[in-house]
């Protein structure tokens, strides 16, 4: 089994940034991509960014291009995501998932194996 426990949300200022980790316990998350997905009050889950477990590929969301950086601490068994010049369409609940080992970077949730918790990043304009 993986765990994985979202940290980092909070409220900013529009334009402001903040920085998503996502840390797995149990298995290592080190052989499996992980994505990041969020949901608005009253929207469905949406994709944000994924990476693959090697770090080498990435993938964004066309909203979120040029302002979210994915990226990996194999070390650590986490991963993070910064964001930067923040809109209050940003906000919502945010969740990280681990899909299968060695398995392709994803964009659809369903692919994924284990979710976190999520944590709520909210964005004032």
């Known amino acids: 089994q993986v765990q994985l426990v979202e940290s980092g949300g909070g409220l900013v200022q529009a334009g402001g940034s903040l920085r998503l980790s996502c840390a797995a316990s149990?298995?290592?998350?080190?052989?499996?991509?992980v994505g990041w997905f969020r949901q608005a009050p009253g929207k469905e889950r949406e994709f944000v960014a994924a990476?693959?477990?090697?770090?080498?590929?990435?993938a964004y969301a066309d909203s979120v291009k040029g302002r979210f950086t994915i990226s990996r601490d194999n070390a650590k068994n986490t991963v993070y995501l910064q964001m930067l010049s923040l809109k209050s369409e940003d906000t919502g609940v945010y969740y990280c998932?681990?899909?299968?080992?060695?398995?392709?970077?994803?964009?659809?949730?369903?692919?994924?194996?284990?979710w976190g918790q999520g944590t709520q990043v909210t964005v004032s304009s």
């Open positions: 149990g298995r290592s998350i080190n052989t499996r991509a």
């Open positions: 998932a681990a899909d299968a080992p060695f398995a392709p970077v994803a964009t659809i949730g369903s692919t994924y194996d284990y």
């Open positions: 990476i693959s477990w090697s770090g080498t590929s990435t």
